[in-house]
């Protein structure tokens, strides 16, 4: 394995985990690089370099960083958030991933990347929900916040240092398995 596509993998799996937390912050992220020449991405993923998909993508991010600091709104925003994460999560990875044949390449993105972002999503909205459940939604906006630092730090590090960003999202995914084993309900033995 070159070097390249190392970095190209890692990459996309920070970025699907970044889209786990905010859906559009990577692909926003994403656009930039591929406008500023900071990243080269595969051939049919040019346009979103394009000033319509920065525009787009920016004013989709904001829009959706301030609605998860709405109590209650950050909660239905979930609801259509974790299939988005899931795609999202795909794209990157496709987008970013080179030199491999397209099975393997779509392969890894359903997987790797739309896995990663579905696990981190789904964590997240539990998290919310119990949030919203122990403080009536009051800490939700400081939840959200958190989010969207993580999903900022997680996609820089991936732009700028990817396999520090996979090392990264290796210790988000144990968080995020601590936390689901915290919340889920515990059986109880007879």
Do not use: C, H
Not at 79 to 94: D, E, F, K, Q, R
Not at 158 to 184: C, D, E, H, T
């Amino acid at each position: 394995m070159s070097q390249e596509l190392i970095a190209s993998l890692f990459l996309g799996i920070g970025l699907a985990a970044s889209a786990g937390f905010r859906v559009f912050l990577p692909l926003f992220a994403l656009s930039l690089a591929s406008n500023y020449g900071i990243l080269e991405l595969n051939e049919s993923w040019d346009w979103i370099g394009s000033t319509a998909a920065i525009t787009t993508l920016g004013i989709a991010t904001v829009a959706e960083v301030f609605a998860y600091l709405i109590p209650w709104v950050d909660n239905a925003l979930d609801s259509i958030a974790i299939p988005l994460a899931a795609i999202a999560g795909t794209a990157v990875m496709v987008a970013t991933v080179s030199d491999l044949d397209p099975v393997i390449t779509w392969s890894l993105a359903i997987i790797a990347g739309g896995g990663t972002a579905t696990a981190i999503k789904g964590a997240n909205a539990a998290g919310r929900l119990t949030s919203t459940a122990t403080t009536g939604g009051l800490a939700n906006p400081v939840v959200g916040a958190v989010e969207t630092g993580a999903a900022a730090t997680v996609s820089l590090a991936s732009l700028f240092m990817p396999v520090i960003a996979g090392i990264l999202v290796v210790f988000i995914l144990f968080f995020v398995f601590f936390i689901y084993r915290k919340l889920r309900p515990r059986r109880k033995t007879a």
